[in-house]
């Protein structure tokens, strides 16, 4: 156990390493953020911030001598400045486990060797691979090999000239092509795992989205209860197969008659489990700081139905013209919760915060976010 009082430390200055820094701090230990930005999210509440790139050796040689184990907040970090930082002290999660949910063609060959099902796909690296695309896989999504995420980086195409005309929009990287499935809903399963290779999980979250970003997360799930455990059990089998240590979050597709195929994962909280913060006795946030504290996991039982709704930088604009969203009026509805993120700037597509509401049923939460829905002049969750 590393005692409260000593230093933990967090790659990345958004709003993940903000949430991560408050809940480290409420267990008493202090935080170092390492992020290039002057006014970052993160160290704004941080104890120090080492302000330097993610491959600045000098400051990671810095970080590691102030900071007992180190973790990250975005799926991207160098798996090299991850591997430079295991030398001098605790990191998770480790290189390989981020390498490997980085790049979409390692991740589907990792689910497939768990056992577990993904959608039929092929890896396009060059040129040549174009003509090698079965009709089969028609219509289907293009998506880049890695650095791809809220929608960015995807391409829907309908026959097979598409597929080059969309490869070229890409910028010819490497991509995966994936089969248009008849999906019901998207859902997400957040596990925790430690370093003694015990792991729980959260309740499975119902994810909604639009223009490829989440918008809205219902939890519990509206999925038969043998399809939420299906999910439950799958993502603590990646956990286990890649002997992760930290928060990793997977998403699954659920097809007609339960069948269930897995999306991507993010080795790292997730906008999808958001919820915990106010509807379950420990969050995904807590969850992290205890896994690098070395301390022993908290409850993920969950207090409450809720909902969560995804704040974006759109709210605070009317036709062009700054405005503020009316977060008085949410505020004022039972059971919710705001969080912003103290960002400064706010823009079209930037996470500026989220609202969890909770209810005394799912029924009754999903009615209370409708309200605040309304009032934000949000699509209400369906």
């Known amino acids: 156990m590393i005692e409260p009082g000593d230093w933990l430390g967090v790659l990345g200055g958004g709003q993940l390493g903000r949430m991560f820094c408050m809940a480290a701090q409420s267990l008493g230990y202090r935080v170092c953020v390492l992020d290039p930005g002057a006014d970052s999210p993160a160290g704004a509440v941080a104890d120090r911030q080492i302000r330097a790139d993610y491959n600045d050796a000098q400051a990671l040689a810095q970080l590691a001598a102030l900071c007992r184990a180190v973790t990250t907040e975005f799926e991207n970090v160098p798996a090299g400045s991850l591997e430079r930082l295991a030398r001098d002290c605790a990191v998770s999660p480790r290189a390989d486990a981020a390498a490997i949910a980085q790049d979409r063609r390692l991740e589907k060959g990792f689910a497939r060797h768990c056992g577990l099902e993904v959608a039929r796909y092929r890896v396009i690296e060059e040129e040549a691979d174009l003509d090698q695309v079965e009709r089969s896989l028609l219509p289907g999504v293009l998506k880049s090999a890695r650095l791809g995420y809220d929608g960015k980086g995807q391409a829907r195409v309908g026959r097979a000239d598409g597929v080059r005309r969309a490869w070229d929009s890409l910028g010819r990287v490497p991509c995966v092509l994936e089969q248009w499935l008849p999906i019901e809903t998207e859902v997400s399963v957040i596990v925790a795992r430690g370093r003694d290779g015990r792991s729980v999980t959260f309740p499975v979250a119902e994810n909604q989205h639009r223009d490829g970003i989440l918008a809205a997360s219902i939890v519990p799930a509206r999925v038969e209860a043998a399809v939420a455990l299906q999910a439950r059990a799958a993502a603590t089998t990646m956990a286990e197969r890649l002997d992760y240590v930290g928060v990793l979050c997977v998403e699954f597709f659920v097809l007609p008659y339960g069948r269930l195929l897995v999306n991507e994962m993010a080795p790292r909280p ?78 079209p597509g930037r996470k500026m915060g989220h609202v969890t509401i909770l209810g005394t049923s799912l029924d009754d939460a999903l009615e209370r976010a409708g309200r605040a829905a309304a009032a934000l002049g949000l699509e209400p969750a369906r």
């Not at 690098?292 to 969950?302: I, K, N």
């Not at 604009?317 to 008085?328: E, K, M, S």
Request: glycine residues 8%; contains cysteine; hydrophobic residues 40%.
């Open 270 to 347: 997730h906008n999808s489990g958001h919820y915990s913060i106010d509807a379950c006795v420990s969050s995904q946030f807590d969850q992290q700081a205890r896994i690098l504290a070395e301390l022993p996991l908290g409850d993920t039982h969950q207090l409450a139905p809720a909902v969560m709704l995804n704040l974006l930088g759109d709210l605070w604009f009317d036709q062009g013209r700054p405005r503020l969203p009316a977060l008085d009026a949410v505020a004022a509805i039972d059971g919710a919760c705001p969080h912003l993120y103290g960002k400064l700037e706010a823009r």
